[in-house]
Nanobody, 125 residues
């Protein structure tokens, strides 16, 4: 069973940066495509970014493109999300997710198999 644990969330001001990390255990991390999603109060969970398992191809939601960067370290079994130029609308619980059939990057939440518990990011104006 794969376990994902996010960290790095917090309260920041608009324009600040924050780096989220997700530590994976169990399974074969290097075979999974990884993604970040977020969910704001009263809204559905939405895709933020994803990274392929081996080619390190990345894909971003339009709302974060140019501000966020996803990366992974297969040796450390971690995936990170560097968030720059944060905006109040980035406020949400951020979730790390793993797609065990990670042949290509996916952006739908129902295509991911494992999820972390989430970490809160709050951006004040």
């Amino acid at each position: 069973q794969v376990q994902l644990v996010e960290s790095g969330g917090g309260l920041v001001q608009a324009g600040d940066s924050l780096r989220l990390s997700c530590a994976a255990s169990g399974g074969t991390f290097s075979s999974y495509a990884m993604g970040w999603f977020r969910q704001a109060p009263g809204k559905e969970r939405e895709f933020v970014a994803a990274i392929s398992r081996s080619t390190y191809s990345t894909y971003y939601a339009d709302s974060v493109k140019g501000r966020f960067a996803i990366s992974r370290d297969n040796a450390k079994t971690t995936v990170s999300l560097q968030m720059n130029c944060l905006k109040p609308e980035d406020t949400a619980v951020y979730y790390c997710a793993a797609d065990r059939w990670g042949g290509y990057i996916k952006s739908r939440a129902d295509e991911y198999d494992y999820w972390g518990q989430g970490t809160q990011v709050t951006v004040s104006s």
